[in-house]
């Protein structure tokens, strides 16, 4: 969108090459872009690349590919060809990383009289075996350079689609599981349960295979060099280290909970302060806030503390235990050597060995801290994508027709939980063009009745019509196309003012969106923003006073051109003047349209055709302002009271 002045008369603010143009002419100091800083822009603009927007479709009921059931597995074949590359990268780097020893072995044999006898003192075999050597590392070190560059990519792609296909799902579930389930907890669910998975895939999966592996190949290297020798090593060592690594996985997997319920406190007592700093500055809490923030920064320090205690004992103990495996091994291996029943090239072949065995355990204890992390948060993660949306389209839904706007309930009841109804047999025809105004006690049930009426939720009995059309026969895009909502908290998106009006209908000209502005009255606000309609808005809009956010609501309701509205009035209280603005602004937006207004004000309920009182999820009464009046039932009492407390209102002093 490009629309660089204001509204009305003159140039405004706004800037852009023609405003240096107007304000020179007006005898007013130069506010534009300078054309120095303007053409750099432009080169700059012109140096990018072009992106082309994705055609990318959405059905509201999720395809076969996506109900495939979530798993590691599942996650890992959607790419089979690069599953088989790296797994034939791990057997190479397995093998030919453990070839070095087993050179070593015959170097010294048959290069260095190793083995006494003719022959057996040759220079050229340990040149040969040095440069074999350095081959093997070669071969190793690509194949690792290779499997980075695999698994990488493997997890990217991964990832990419676990993100989309979590992102889709969140935009098809219904409004219910939005306010069940807390946003912190669907966002840790995108942000660290995502991660762990790309730490698991990236290269965990390849390392726990690579160390697996290893082991398997080294213990079949040692028994093929000397079964009494390897087994001796394997009886003594293994039980003990076997025994280490059970303690270790256990007291890590224990330390890490603690870490990761460390990290989440400490974040979400960070979040909650900063979102309440307003109220926490008012109530002079800092101190407390500190305090509390000290102690749960002190709780996740414990917990790190911890596993650095953890792996304290692991590492140096393991590797003790390597260093008793030596020594025995010495003392085995030596007198075998000395009795000619093992060679000396052999023996060294074994100390290289048990060097290289320990390793990989130590490595696989850890890397199985990362596969249980990734298996969890993949759980977490599946049943996210499991949960079914409450609402759902019929596969045999049809598109909702242009509608003339009739909206009938008819014997509606409904409840949030099943054991408590909330709205109870209603029955009310809203004629096309007309509004009729809910008004009622707090509680009452109108926002609900107007969700039922833009299918954020489907009733527990009766249905719902639009021109006849039962709501659930009817696809939901094509039902919404026809439907404006205006919120009584408008959100504005993170964009400027103009993307914000356009956001249902991004397609508009900048005709018809300078038409929705001046229709509802905003355009004096437009012409007072520094960038017209480009003005980027901060922090969802908390910048704008409440009466604008409101304007640019119903301007977007209005650039929508709905056949039917929803509209929850805002209960903020406004300046009488902005209060006189949005209700013109109303007047605009309800003309000829079938409009339902969940009104909290009497003055905007009398502007309505006709009124229905809901109380207890039941509608009482319904009629015009006068002829409720002159009923006498609850709207006349409410009127009643209203009109008292504003005579009293005027006559206080000021
Ligand atoms: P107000 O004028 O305060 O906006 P209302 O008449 O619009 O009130 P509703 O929002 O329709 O009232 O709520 C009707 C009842 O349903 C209330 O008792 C409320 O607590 C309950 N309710 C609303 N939303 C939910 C929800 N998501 N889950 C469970 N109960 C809910």
Redesign the pocket.
């Known amino acids: 969108m490009t629309w660089g002045g204001g509204f009305g008369g003159g140039g405004g603010l706004g800037g852009g090459p023609g405003a240096v143009g107007s304000s020179a002419a007006a005898g007013l100091p130069f506010a534009g872009i300078p054309a120095e800083l303007q053409s750099g822009v432009d080169r700059l603009v012109a140096s990018e690349p072009e992106y082309e927007t994705p055609t990318l479709t959405f059905e509201q009921n999720a395809n076969e590919n996506e109900l495939k059931r979530l798993s590691l597995w599942s996650l890992l074949t959607k790419y089979p060809w690069m599953l088989v590359l790296a797994g034939l990268l791990v057997v190479v780097i397995s093998v030919a990383g453990q070839v070095g020893p087993k050179l070593t072995e015959y170097a010294i044999n048959y290069g260095m009289g190793g083995i006494p006898g003719p022959g057996h003192l040759d220079f050229g075999v340990v040149v040969a075996m040095a440069i074999a050597y350095v081959v093997f590392i070669a071969v190793t070190a690509t194949a690792q350079r290779f499997s980075v560059q695999v698994t990488g990519r493997l997890a990217a792609w991964v990832m990419n689609d676990l993100r989309v296909k979590v992102f889709a799902h969140l935009q098809r579930l219904s409004?219910?599981f939005f306010?069940?389930e807390k946003a912190g907890v669907v966002m840790s669910r995108m942000t660290s349960d995502i991660e762990n998975l790309q730490q698991l895939l990236q290269d965990g999966l390849s390392q726990l295979a690579i160390q697996a592996l290893t082991m398997v190949v080294i213990t079949i290297i040692l028994f093929a060099t000397n079964v009494l020798l390897a087994f001796i090593t394997v009886v003594l060592i293994v039980p003990a280290l076997v025994v280490a690594s059970i303690w270790f996985k256990r007291a890590s997997e224990r330390g890490y909970d603690k870490v990761r319920d460390g990290i989440a406190n400490v974040l979400a007592d960070l979040s909650e302060s900063l979102h309440g700093v307003r109220i926490v500055t008012a109530h002079n809490r800092q101190r407390n806030n500190v305090i509390h923030h000290r102690n749960v920064v002190g709780d996740y320090r414990d917990a790190n503390n911890y596993t650095a205690h953890v792996n304290a004992i692991y590492g140096p103990g393991t590797q003790m235990l390597g260093f008793l495996g030596q020594a025995i091994m010495l003392a085995i291996g030596g007198t075998m050597v000395a009795h000619h029943t093992l060679s000396v090239g052999a023996l060294i072949a074994f100390f290289l060995y048990l060097n290289r065995f320990f390793q990989p355990i130590q490595l696989l204890v850890q890397q199985y801290n990362t596969y249980q992390q990734g298996q969890a948060s993949v759980n977490k993660l599946r049943a996210l994508v499991d949960t079914e949306p409450e609402v759902t389209e019929a596969t045999d839904a049809t598109d909702l027709p242009p509608i003339e706007g009739r909206i009938a309930f008819e014997h509606v009841t409904f409840g949030?939980?099943s054991d408590?109804l909330?709205?109870e047999d209603v029955d009310l025809v809203v004629e096309p063009g007309e509004t009729v105004a809910?008004v009622?006690?707090?509680?009452?049930?109108?926002?609900?009745?107007?969700?039922l009426v833009t299918r954020f939720y489907d009733p527990t009995e009766g249905r719902v019509t639009i021109d006849g059309h039962d709501l659930r026969d009817v696809t939901m895009r094509s039902l919404r196309r026809q439907l404006g909502v205006v919120p009584?908290e408008p959100f504005l998106f993170a964009g400027t003012i103009g993307d914000n009006i356009a956001f249902a209908r991004p397609d508009a000209s900048d005709g018809e969106l300078r038409e929705a502005v001046e229709r509802v009255g905003l355009a004096d606000v437009i012409d007072r923003m520094p960038a017209g309609l480009d003005t980027v808005v901060h922090e969802r809009g908390q910048t704008l006073s409440s009466g604008e956010r409101q304007l640019i609501a119903l301007a977007r309701a209005f650039l929508a051109h709905p056949r039917v509205l929803v509209l929850?009035e805002a209960?903020s209280n406004l300046d009488l003047q902005s209060e006189t603005k949005i209700e013109t602004a109303l007047d605009v937006l309800l003309e000829n349209r079938t409009a339902i207004l969940?009104a909290?004000r009497l003055s905007t309920a009398m502007r309505a055709d006709r009124i229905a009182v809901?109380d207890e999820?039941r509608i009482i009464e319904v009629g015009n302002h006068d002829e409720l009046v002159a009923r006498g039932g609850r709207y006349a009492e409410m009127y009643e009271t209203w009109v008292s407390q504003s005579d009293a209102a005027s006559h206080t002093p000021a």
Not at 440 to 451: H, M, Q, V
């Open positions: 409004l219910g306010t069940e949030y939980l408590r909330v709205i809910f009622g006690p707090t509680g009452a049930g109108k926002s609900t009745l107007a969700k009584q929850d209960t969940i909290h809901v999820g």
